[in-house]
Every structure is written in C-alpha cells, then in structure tokens.
C-alpha cells in the first residue's frame, strides 16, 4: 500500500486542500516583491554614515538558475559581510511548498569555496580569503564536494519557481558589526531585515559539542544542549520550516549483539500525515551511518504503523537512507521513553550490504515542506556490542 499512486494522491490532496485554506485564511503572509524590497532597504543604505559601507548590491536570484550567481563584489581578508534577504523558492505552488532564504540562500567566496550558509534570512560573516563573492539558489541541487560543484542536474531547476531578494553590504575592515546591529536597533523605524540581523547577534545558538551539523544541509539553530529533570546531558530539538542533521562520530564493529539505545521524550510531531512521500516528509528521528554511507534511521510517525520500512521520497536521498517507523500516532507523547534496536538484524534485514561498522550516530529534525513545529529532547544515547558499550550523549 504504501508510497502508491493512489496513497501520494491522497496526501497530496489532503495538502492542497489546507494549501487552499492557509491562503483564503490569510495565515501565509505574501512576500514583498524585488521591487518593494529595494525600496524598504535603499533608504536605510542612504542613511548609513560615509565610509562605513564600502560597497553594497542588490540582487534577485531566480530559483530557476543553478548556482552559481556573481554579486559583482570582490572581498579582501577581514572584510565584513551582512547579506539581507527575501522571498520563497516553490516547489509546489498548488501545495504552498516554499523554501525560504534561511535555507535556500547559499554563498562562496571565489571559485573554489567552501560554501557556507546562515541559519536565518539574514546573516554576516567576515571574509577569510581574497576573491569574489557568489551566490547560489540551492534547492532543489545538492552540493557534490564543500567547493559549491553542484551534484544534481542543472535541469532540476526547471522544476522550482519564484526567487529571493538579495542586498549585500560590505563594511569597512575592523567595523563592530554586531555593535553597529545594536545600534541599529535602538531605532525602531529601520527595516524588519535590520532588526531581524540584529536579533540574530543577541540570541546566538551553540552548537551541542561535539556534534556537527551535516555540512550540505549546513548549520542550524535546532538541537540545544540540555540537562533532564534527573542531571542527564541532554540535545533538545525545537524544528519549524527548518531542516537539519546533527552528527557524532561514533565508531563500534557492526556484529551480532550491535545495538542502538536511546531515551527520548517527543513532546510535537511536525506533521500529522504519513511522512513516506516528498511534501510531507517532515519528521523527528535518530539514525545511524554505516561504513558503506547507508544510514537506518529511526522514527516517531504521525500515521505510519510501527514496523514500517520504506526508502527515503527525497530524490537526493532514496539511495542512501531507509526510514524505519519505531512508534505511531499520539500515544506516548510528552513521556520519555526507552528504545533499543539491534543494529546488526535491521541491517541483514532491512539494507544487507557490505558495511561492517557504525561510524556515525544522527539527530535528525526536518518541518521544510510544511513548515510545522517538531519538538523533542534525547538523553543516554549508547552502541552496545557484546565488548563494551560506547555512550554517545
């Protein structure tokens, strides 16, 4: 039954129809146009002392074009940057699923990289080589190696519409960006955008040390070192119209008695519907990588029975990970719970491929499609092999 013509029909059917109420409702604001955008921030640039922008420029980056995008600004080590941005990139404009520039708006300084993204529509980063500074629309691509070489057809883009606005300022050498934030926010008439960067700086988010989060999905402001009720070290989770995959090396033999155990306490799903097909594969789930780049990982569903196996709906993704539903429905929710899975079966039975070790343990949060909020906290995360037992949180 599942993942059928019939069942995508369904789903996406049942989205079209709160698509449709989201926009008669009002719920969705619309996004300015470019036009618009230029005419909130210009002023604001015209207001700035002389001397502290040393150079700026609007751009709109239409979805349909594949990276990369030159701004036309050439940067020097220790320049500072604030990029500015707004708009939606749709991938169904019948559904309402956008992808806002927190996500989708990636940049690189000269030809060879790295690539680098801010965890909001606004962000500011300090140039650390000479070069040129581009821009990349990135879903529905996906990066092949950190230098920005994009791994998905050029054509793909074909499929998306619509765009982003785009102002980058560059400051001049040795400017307090984040004070100057400060004090641009002392005066309430400036532009949301301004505001917004300056929220920004004053509410940063750390990322849980040691993990890091997957480099091609870039960073996030997701997962949050915690402490339980009972003193045990925690990783909240709090996702909403966000994507994100925190990682941790953890290296044990996958053999017979290779187990995964975990506590968690789910307190929202970020969606109701099955999760198996693209515009609603929105989900909370802890996972593991194997040596030979698979990855099992382990979900809560809305509306999938436990014991469900299905191949990642994302094009980018189906080759590489297999979701396996552990729990279903609202039973459950706000309690934590212990789970315990045998690595070494589910690999036989669900993958049976060559891996012969776990090489990495996954947080996974992702609400990009339908923008809901997903919460939840993990504790007392442990490999178990008949040797030892390694503790990963």
């Not at 002392?186 to 750390?206: I, Y």
């Not at 040390?209 to 997962?223: A, K, M, Q, R, V």
């Amino acid at each position: 039954m599942l993942r059928t013509l019939a069942h995508e029909l369904a789903v996406a059917a049942r989205l079209a129809a709160r698509a449709t109420g989201r926009r008669l409702s009002g719920s969705v604001p619309p996004v300015a146009s470019d036009r618009e955008f230029r005419a909130t921030l210009e002023p604001w640039l015209s207001s700035l002392p002389p001397g502290l922008c040393t150079g700026h420029a609007f751009h709109w980056l239409p979805a349909t074009q594949p990276p990369w995008f030159d701004t036309g600004i050439d940067l020097e080590p220790g320049e500072p940057v604030t990029v500015l941005a707004d708009g939606r990139v749709f991938l169904s404009r019948a559904l309402d699923i956008w992808v806002g520039p927190s996500f989708q708006l990636w940049c690189r300084i000269g030809e060879r990289g790295p690539v680098f993204r801010g965890t909001r529509a606004t962000n500011t980063f300090t140039a650390r080589e000479r070069g040129r500074l581009w821009m990349a629309s990135y879903f529905p691509g996906e990066w092949a190696d950190p230098s920005g070489r994009l791994g998905t057809p050029a054509e793909d883009y074909a499929q998306v519409s619509g765009g982003m606005s785009v102002l980058a300022v560059k400051w001049a050498r040795g400017t307090d960006v984040q004070q100057l934030f400060r004090d641009f926010a002392r005066d309430t008439r400036v532009p949301g955008l301004v505001l917004a960067e300056a929220e920004r700086f004053d509410q940063p988010v750390p990322t849980p040390e040691p993990w890091d989060y997957l480099w091609h999905l870039g960073p996030g402001e997701i997962f949050r070192s915690r402490r339980t009720a009972d003193g045990r070290a925690a990783i909240g989770c709090h996702t909403h119209g966000d994507v994100g995959i925190l990682r941790r090396d953890a290296r044990v033999a996958l053999r017979p008695g290779t187990r995964l155990r975990w506590s968690w306490r789910v307190d929202e799903l970020p969606i109701d519907l099955a999760e198996d097909t693209l515009p609603s594969h929105d989900y909370l789930s802890i996972a593991v990588e194997f040596d030979d780049g698979q990855d099992l990982t382990y979900y809560w569903s809305a509306a999938l029975p436990e014991g469900t196996v299905y191949r990642c709906p994302l094009p980018t993704w189906k080759d590489k990970e297999t979701h396996v539903v552990v729990r279903c429905g609202t039973a459950g929710l706000g309690r934590w719970l212990d789970e315990e899975r045998d690595l070494h079966a589910d690999y036989a039975r669900i993958l049976g491929g060559p891996a012969r070790e776990v090489v990495r343990v996954w947080l996974i949060a992702n609400s990009l499609f339908q923008r809901g909020h997903g919460r939840c906290e993990y504790a007392s995360i442990h490999l178990v092999t008949n040797e030892g037992t390694l503790e990963v949180l």
